[in-house]
Nanobody
Framework: VQLQASGGGLVQAGGSLRLSCTAS????????MAWYRQRPGEARDMVAF???????NYADSVKGRFTISRDNAKNTIDLQMNSLRPEDTAVYYC????????????????WGQGTLVTVSS
């Protein structure tokens, strides 16, 4: 399974973007999914996380502005980002704990390649 992140780009402060993480194949099951981001020169930090269909958790800096969701029909993991700020500028990565097929032996963590979000002031 490969995850492909898309939807990044340049947006003005206060604007919105929707990131999508698309799997290369139909996935049998997903337990956990998350979006991380990495600013230049900094470590990769969790932005939004949801485990096994439970409630989502968000970094304090994005609470009330970002929403993580899954679209089963489109086979995507999405991140809706509203009221964007210059400090949200980063490369965003999706990740998920996946069991690719019903016959797969176990679960694995998969990462997308990252998509750049730039917020101008």
């Amino acid at each position: 399974v490969q995850l492909q992140a898309s939807g990044g780009g340049l947006v003005q402060a206060g604007g919105s973007l929707r990131l999508s993480c698309t799997a290369s194949q139909k996935i049998f099951a997903i337990k956990d999914m998350a979006w991380y981001r990495q600013r230049p020169g900094e470590a990769r930090d969790m932005v939004a996380f949801t485990a096994d269909g439970g409630s989502a958790n968000y970094a304090d800096s994005v609470k009330g502005r970002f929403t993580i969701s899954r679209d089963n029909a489109k086979n995507t993991i999405d991140l809706q980002m509203n009221s964007l700020r210059p400090e949200d500028t980063a490369v965003y990565y999706c990740t998920a704990k996946i069991k690719p097929t019903e016959s797969s032996s176990g679960w694995g963590y998969y990462w997308g390649q990252g998509t750049l979000v730039t917020v101008s002031s």
